[in-house]
């Protein structure tokens, strides 16, 4: 089990966060628990079999942060006690993407932004895209959508124009086109 260690912020010069973490009574041999704070940054972090780790104590890492970034927190060594969330956030101030992990894998819902508008979204299941997902061109029309099967696009898929229309549709195997495929804007069909 991981050291529970408590988080607050700490802005730099440079306008990062740290992560702060108050050693508990377990502390290293001449650190006074009560005082000694070690300023901490998460790229800090050591990680060994996807498992982070203090790099001091070299034991698992339990924290809420903001660093640089990221947004997140890590139980036990593992980012996100699922079905907590973890937010990254570019130089700008804007979210690139908001989304579970599970086992320090993407597990679950994300949704992934581009100029403050949503740019894709779906499910992921122990790192691997799958189910339904949906691309957005950036007025907010859907740009494609189906589903995916172990990374892979899988079954019907539809992709649309930027006004709306549709532009193409058909399917996929495993990532490969498979089948009729139809263009609606020139009325062709091409066989896979």
């Known amino acids: ?58 034991i698992p ?40 992990f599970k086992n320090n894998n993407r597990d679950g819902d ?5 100029n403050n508008s949503i740019y894709e979204q779906g499910s992921y299941s122990d790192g691997l895209k799958t189910d339904f997902w949906i691309k957005y061109y950036p007025n907010g029309n859907v740009l494609s959508r189906g589903a995916y099967n172990n990374d892979n696009q899988d079954g019907p898929w539809v992709y649309f124009n930027e006004d709306g229309s549709v532009l193409e549709t058909g399917a996929y195997n495993k990532g490969i086109k498979a089948g009729p495929w139809v263009n609606l804007v020139t009325g062709t069909t091409t066989n896979y």
């Open 110 to 114: 994300w949704i992934f932004y581009q």
């Open 1 to 58: 089990m991981g050291k529970i260690i408590s988080v607050t912020e700490n802005k730099t010069n440079t306008n990062e966060t740290n992560l702060i973490p108050k050693r508990d009574n377990q502390g290293i041999e001449g650190v006074n628990p009560e005082i000694d704070e070690l300023n901490l940054k998460y790229e800090e972090l050591i990680k060994i079999n996807n498992i982070y780790f203090h790099p001091i104590d070299n």
């Open 61 to 100: 890492v339990t924290a809420e942060f903001k660093s640089g970034s990221y947004i997140g927190k890590i139980t036990n060594g593992y980012i996100n006690s699922y079905p907590d969330t973890w937010t990254k956030i570019d130089k700008s101030g804007n979210i690139e993407y908001i989304g579970y």
